[in-house]
Structure formats: C-alpha cells, structure tokens
C-alpha cells in the first residue's frame, strides 16, 4: 500500500467511521504533509515498506511516504529483517540452514547458525536478518501465514491464494524391515496396501505373514501426498508423528510395510517398485526431476501474496541459482538443475517402445523414432498437465519458466531443440499422434506467452511420436498419466557439412 492522496482519502474515510486509532500503539505512519496518521502494531520493516497490524487488517505501507513515530520505529540506517518460516519439518531442518548458508556465501555477509539463524554484515557486524523455522501442520501453516506470523510455508502440495516456488524433489519409497526378503513390489500392489485392501505378505509375493501398514497423520505433507495419489487415505494402522519415527520402527518390525521420503529412508531397507508391467522405477535424479518416477513429490514455499522483504525477495530468487542446487543435493534432496542423458544410452525406453509397440505400430514408425533419438540427449525438463485439463501441473509450470530464462539467455546456443509429444496407448494410434502434437503445441505456446520478444530461431521444434516411447504400463491411470507427457531433447545443430542421420 502506497499512502498517495486516493489511499489517505479512502484511510481518513474508514477512521472517521471506527472513530480513529485508538490507544498507544507499537507506531504511527504519519504521512509527510500530516494529514493522515495510521496506528497499528508493527510486523516487520525492509528498508523500503513496514508491514504493520491495524484495525483495518495487515496493511503494507511505503516507507517513502510516511515518519515513523513510537517506540518500536526501526532503525532506518540499518533495518534489520525478521523473517519466520513455517512448514514440513523435516525438509525444512534439512534444507534451510544449507540453503542459508549458501545464500549468505553468495552475498558475501556472514551467516550465523542457531535459532533464528542471523545473516550479518561483516564490516559493521550489524544483523541483517534473522530467519527461524516453526515445524506445523498445514493447517497450522496457513492460520499462521494469515495472522501475519509467518512470511512462508514449506510444503509439498500447491495452496489456493499463494505464489509458489519449487525448491526441491523427493521421491516417495517404499520400506520396510531389512530383514525382510521380499525383492520388489509393484505400483499397484503398493496401491492395494495402502489402501488397506492386502492383509498378507503373501497376497503381493511375499510370506504368509500379516502385512502391517504403517504410516503418518493424516495432516501430514506425505500423507496427503499419497491419499491424492490414491484417491483414499492411507490405510495404516500404526501411526507415527514424524518420518524419522516411522523408518526406526519399520526397521523394527519384521513385516512392516510403509512409504517415506527417500531421504528418510534410514534405517529400514527401501523396497524397489516395479510397473505392472514388470519394468523397474528408480528414483534416480534424472527420473524424479523428469517425474518419470511415479512418486516424485515437489517441496515448495507458498509465498502470501502480498509484499515480502527484499532479503526473501533475495533468498528466493538465489533459489535458481547453481549454489542453491549444490546445497539441496548435499541435504540429500534431489535438486532442480537441467540433467541430460543420452537417448541412446537408456535401454529400457527402447525395449519398452519395442515392447510396447501395438498392432498400429509398424517397422516405419519405430525407425522414426530411432532416427530422431540418434545423436540426440533427453533433458530433464519434462512437461505434464493437470488430469483431464490442458493447464500444466506445478513442477511442468516451474520447469517451463526455467526453459523461457535459459532460451533468453541463450544457453542452447547451436543445439537443436524438440519438443517431442507422447500420448498413452489407449485408443487409435492416429488420434493418439493428434494428441501428442496438440500437447507439444501447448507447451510451446505457453513458452512463448513467457518469453515473448525470443526470436523464432530460437523456439523450439516439435515432433508429434504419439504412443511410440511408452514409459509405463496403460494398464493403468498412473501410468497412463506417465505417457502423456512432452519431453525436451536437444543435439548439436547440423550444419551443412554434418551429415543428417535421419531419411
């Protein structure tokens, strides 16, 4: 808010009809000709806006504007920000104090470990900032951000009403018991006993032994992680308050069944996950950062929308720095930075075409395809939308802005570029190529409505492959879902002394 003469007008409207501020508050905003004072509590100040609680609601206000009078003005030679972080708990105490430490290396201050963590000026030793973190619940999370008391949320689900920044990737992992000698379980074998349909071991291949399903709160980030993912919550009948509890007791009990972060995984034994098809699913970088591993799960900060200090303005654009990536991948956390992988090199995407090729699907078609992946590298840039919508889903928005500033920057600089469409396999092999070339087209066009002054040489090509590349079985929604997808490939542009590999 920006004390201009049409907001003093509508201000000195809504305290002549609460009868004006009351009693002694932290300060009062008297705007410079003195015709308008604004009493509240204050929140936080920036050097350029004190946020402060009024009557009226949580207001923002210009520093250039007003004079600050009361105890509690700030020091405007030195502002000191206040920053509270709430959210998941253990990816915030895993994540923050490097992702800080970083952030203060990049800026050149000191960085102070403790509760708040301090960032300081190392000429003056005046505190920059003081940054703290508060494990709750979402529920709690929220309440917290619309009291004012927090400035971010740490979570792994997009909220209505915040801007969203992606930090990290985990993967989602079964576990159980390292004594336990059952070798794999399948996507929808995992689903059965989540979902409390499986009862014993030896319905999903294992012994004959009750399967005990355990699990976290219901208001938990990945509870509510996998009951989207199911359409149900989670079936466990033991409870756990936090995932480093629920690994140590899984680990303890012989026939224990549970999902977690990979990161969190210790000291039970991670049980590998196969298709229902049979193909295994890593939770490697390049197939969590791609979400071709099914259960990838995203870790954002919800932004309120409303003004944010310039040292959280800061730290959330260092966020998409190199720096920022080295620190989550040193948490254990899968990190945001483009991966490449040769097309090639990675065997199992060929037998699954192979494999996976209908009646529709001649000889010609397979040789397109091994035309077009000659020479050419997969980036993990990997684009999905929204079920039954054509809106992409969070992480494929993220990774699209992070597509428009690399192509302003001119970073592919003589790479060809494609963005190759896919369908699922359900339905006719030509309306399934339709689909593929309608979702490669969306994807452009919403690139270009980000980097609108590009020019065309610089866009990407598309190449519509419909059902030829299948990730995962169609024999379910799942892994229909994984096949729908637009990838992003690139290779050295020919010239015209490079000979074409294609016909």
Known sequence: MRLTKRCAAVIVALLSVFGGAAGAQDVSLISRD??????????????????????????????????CEGPACPDLTAPKAIIHIVGEGRAGAALLEPLLRAFADSRGVVFQAGSPIKLVDPTTRNTLAEISFMAMTLDEARQAIAEGRADLMLGAAEEPGFATREVALDALVPIIAPGNAIPFVTTTDLARA????????????????????????????LARALSSRLGKEVAASVVHPDLGTMAEAVARDPWALAVTGRTAADPARILPLRDSCGFPLLPDPMSVKSEDYPLSM???????????GLVLREFLEFLSTPAADTAIAAAGYVDRAVTARPLTGDGLRLINAINGAGEETSLADLKRLTALMDGRARLSLTFRFEGGSSTL??????????????????????????????????GAAAANLDLSQTRAEAVLAALKLLAPDLPETRWPKIEALGEMLPIACDETGAGRRLNRRVELWTRPALTPDTPASEN
Do not use: C
């Not at 009493?39 to 009226?56: K, V």
């Not at 995203?298 to 944010?308: D, E, G, T």
């Not at 920057?409 to 963005?419: C, H, P, R």
């Open 393 to 426: 889903d969070a992480h494929s928005k993220n990774g699209l802005a992070d597509l428009a500033v690399m192509l302003e920057a001119d970073l592919f600089k003589d790479q060809e570029l494609i963005l190759a469409g896919f369908s699922d396999g359900s």
């Open 34 to 67: 003195g015709s308008l004072s604004l009493s509240g509590s204050l929140q936080g100040f920036d050097g350029a806006f004190y946020r402060i609680d009024t009557r009226f609601g949580l207001l923002t206000v210009d520093a250039e504007g007003v004079i």
């Open 298 to 308: 995203p870790l954002f900060f919800q932004i309120p929308r409303r003004h944010v």
């Open 194 to 221: 989540l979902s409390g349909e499986v009862k014993n071991w030896s319905e999903i291949g294992g012994p004959d032994m009750p399967l005990v399903l355990h699990g976290l709160q219901a208001d938990s980030d």
